[in-house]
């Protein structure tokens, strides 16, 4: 099982006031970030990352797939080896268990990159009725930005379809609308 990163934590937690305890956020899917991030989740939507699960499907991408030589026919879609790097939440707590299971939770979403959206949707954190949250109280509930090192996870050479990976050059691209969020939550 793999070991769940800094964005799926909330910090460590008092249990009974005496043993410090990890307390894991929980996956919650795009359709959770969709209603205050609009303009994003729009964007993300037509982006190749919310799309990712769709290459495991036999038949898509097929010339790609025959000149790394995968099986352009074989479903994917179950397989262990493909499935960390175009799902969200993989082996970790809330996250992706099946397409039959977790079907909201296929495609590279929001948390992949944000970290797991259950510690920050709590009551008086990020809602539509707490407009004052800060960029403070989201760190502190989990919240990360994206880092080379995450996009790495993926973008490397364990994949068949690996070209050298410049994160910069990414970043410009993007992957969703950013404008409608700059200052916002600071």
């Not at 493909?82 to 082996?91: D, I, K, N, S």
Request: include cysteine; hydrophobic fraction near 30%; glycine fraction near 8%.
């Amino acid at each position: 099982m793999k070991t769940l990163s800094l964005t799926a934590r909330l910090g460590p937690v008092l249990l009974l006031g005496l043993v410090p305890l990890t307390v894991q956020a929980q996956y919650v899917g795009a359709r959770r970030c969709r209603p205050c991030h609009l303009p994003q989740g729009k964007s993300w939507e037509q982006s190749r990352m919310a799309n990712a699960f769709e290459l495991l499907k036999p038949g898509v991408a097929a010339e790609v797939k025959r000149s790394r030589n995968v099986d352009p026919n074989k479903d994917y879609t179950h397989d262990p080896n493909c499935l960390p790097c175009h799902v969200t939440g993989y082996e970790q707590p809330g996250g992706f268990v099946s397409l039959e299971k977790t079907p909201q939770l296929v495609g590279v979403q929001c948390e992949v990159c944000h970290g797991a959206g259950g510690g920050y949707l709590k009551p008086n954190l990020m809602s539509l009725q707490n407009k004052a949250y800060k960029r403070a109280d989201l760190m502190t509930a989990g919240l990360l930005t994206s880092s080379p090192e995450a996009c790495k996870t993926c973008h490397n050479q364990k994949s068949p379809f690996y070209k050298p990976f410049v994160y910069e050059e990414h970043l410009k691209k993007g992957i969703h609308a950013h404008e409608p969020l700059k200052n916002k939550h600071d």
